[in-house]
């Protein structure tokens, strides 16, 4: 069965430092999301695109975030200048074109330090 | 705007018992209605979903859930737990534009063997 995929599993990093996180939608899909869970909280939305440019985003996607679908098969996440509030559980998720459920990947642990 | 409660932080409950997770859900219209799985370490499963039709819905594991119109909810059951069932369970609501789901702050269920 198709599986979004998702790499690093984990990833370290220092404050102010760039990190990119990558994620490999289903290949039929057409609607790609981000979503990221702080320790012990909820799984909260962070951006969703689709043909090619972002839909929707919420007040946490500011401008130090920002996606990219490079090559019709990736679909990435960069944090420009990391945070010590951005270490969470990082998940990708993407959809068809007509059925609503989303698809997760098993995410990214992002620790900054 | 989209809101989810999930009133129980933690259920613990005995191999072979029947379980019950509550979810109630805030939104216009008729959402489109979610339950996710995650067990230790893994990403978000599904588990069931509702878009229209028959209020109860059958999903994988031996789960269900039941739509609720006049209560707002869309309680998640299962006859007989198993061990394997212990895992954090989020309740997602999402419009019918597809776009982003919110997510219930989830329940962490324990199964005593």
């Known amino acids: 069965e198709p599986e979004v995929t998702q790499t690093p599993s984990h990833q370290v990093t220092q404050m102010g430092q760039e990190v990119i996180l990558r994620c490999v939608p289903i290949s039929n899909h057409l609607y790609f999301y981000w979503y990221r869970q702080i320790l012990g909280q909820k799984v909260e939305f962070l951006v969703s695109f689709y043909n090619n440019e972002i839909s929707e985003k919420s007040e946490i996607f500011d401008d130090q975030f920002s996606v990219e679908r490079p090559d019709g098969s990736n679909f990435t996440l960069k944090i420009r200048s990391t945070k010590l509030e951005d270490s969470a559980m990082y998940f990708c998720?993407?959809?068809?074109?007509?059925?609503?459920?989303?698809?997760f990947g098993p995410g990214t642990r992002l620790t900054v330090t | 705007a989209q809101s989810v409660t999930q009133p129980d932080i933690h259920i613990t409950v005995s191999e072979g018992a029947s379980l019950e997770l509550r979810c109630n859900y805030s939104y216009g219209a008729t959402p489109y209605l979610f339950w996710y799985v995650q067990s230790p370490g893994q990403g978000l499963q599904l588990l069931l979903k509702?878009?229209?039709?028959?209020?109860l819905v059958q999903g994988i594991k031996g789960f269900e859930a039941e739509f609720k119109r006049s209560q707002s909810s869309f309680n998640l059951r299962k006859p007989s737990v198993h061990w394997s069932d212990a895992a954090e369970y989020f309740c997602a609501v999402g419009a019918p534009d597809g776009q982003n789901f919110v997510f219930g702050p989830g329940t962490r269920l324990s199964v005593l063997p």
């Open positions: 509702y878009f229209s039709g028959d209020t």
């Open positions: 998720a993407s959809r068809t074109g007509r059925a609503y459920e989303q698809y």
